[in-house]
């Protein structure tokens, strides 16, 4: 990715949590605005984060992935869902019904991954409508099973949502303690350092999706594994006369990359809110594909733009805090519908290729015949 894409990507960053310092001055320091947009912009942008690596696993294997909605859809209720039954019905402690939930997304995940595989590869159906069909099965599918479940006649349980075992917690890092003493009594020094912990204190699944952004980088482009990826997405034939095994091989990315987009699925209901709604994943798998684009088919690069889509998805948040002190220059940002637009603005901005034109895996979304 070139410095051109991050310069781009820090503009806007800067840009919009400019618009909401100037905005809530007034009412909180210019640093308690900063680091709360910060907070917020990792946290949102986890799904978008996962929903890229897993883009970037499947194509750099040579295998378009358009289905990552339907993963992480899919991954968001049956994860809510087991935890919910390893819970109330198997009576298990609220922690290992969360961990659980985890779990079982990630596998849901895999499984809808193996049948895009099986799709794209072994049945060399069109890689576009493989990932549409997912789209459309984790639709029909989660909205059956949430009706059949919760509130159709006879459900499972009795017509109502049963109470959740919860969300994962926030993982504290000691940032504060460690700085305390060095504050002595000054109450401004220590309210910055509060502060600026808030950013480092995130959900486990935030955590690491930053780690899996850098594990990833590095197994891509440093071990044997990345290589033979990389080859089969790049130049198949090639790969295949030197001994390395392309069906195998784009298999196994592409579960993988599954598995990253069910854990996406999880960061909706087990991390963020205990709960589902139909559609609860709102299109973000569109915008992860948008982020891998712009990323340039790196995981740092992917990284990279969701922070863009998640600073103003950010912006959202934090403008309805501010909402009452917004100057009359600026009312158009009390119009939640408006500022709800700009990631999806951000989506078609980057994608007409305005930003510099991106390299696709020379292979990629070309069926592969031995």
Known sequence: MDWKRFGFIALIITILIGTVVYVGQTRQTPLLIITSMLATTIAVATPLTLGALSGVYCERAGVVNIGIEGMMLTAAFFGWLGGIYMFQIYGLSAGISITLGVFFAIITGGLMALLHAALSITFKVDQIIGG????????????????????????????????????????????????????????????????????????????????????????????????????????????????????????????????????????????????????????????????????????????????????????????????????????????SYIVGLTPYILTMIILTGIIGRTTPPAADGVAYEK
């Not at 919760?150 to 919860?166: E, I, L, Q």
């Not at 990833?216 to 990345?226: A, C, D, Q």
């Open 132 to 335: 549409t069909v997912i789209n459309i099965l984790a639709v029909g599918l989660t909205g059956f099973l949430n009706r059949q479940l919760f509130f159709g006649k006879g459900s499972v349980f009795g017509g109502t949502v049963p109470s959740s075992p919860g969300v994962l917690p926030t993982i504290h890092v000691p940032i504060t303690e460690l700085f305390t003493p060095l504050c002595g009594t000054s109450a401004v020094c220590l309210e910055n350092v509060q502060a600026i912990n808030r950013v480092f204190d995130q959900k486990p699944i935030a955590i690491a999706a930053i780690l899996l952004v850098f594990i990833s980088h590095y197994i891509l482009f440093n071990t044997r594994w990345g290589l033979r990826t990389r080859a089969v997405g790049e130049h198949p034939r090639a790969a295949d006369t030197v001994g390395i095994n392309v069906i195998k091989m784009r298999y196994a990315n592409v579960v993988i990359g599954g598995m990253f987009a069910g854990l996406a699925g999880a960061y909706f209901t087990i991390e963020s809110v205990p709960s589902f709604e139909p559609l609860l994943t709102n299109g973000r798998g569109f915008i992860s594909l948008a982020a891998m684009i712009f990323g340039n088919w790196t995981p740092i690069g992917a990284w990279a733009a969701a922070l863009v889509f998640g600073a103003s998805q950010a912006l959202l948040i934090n403008m309805q805090i501010f909402r009452d002190v917004i100057p009359p220059q600026l009312s158009f940002l009390q119009e």
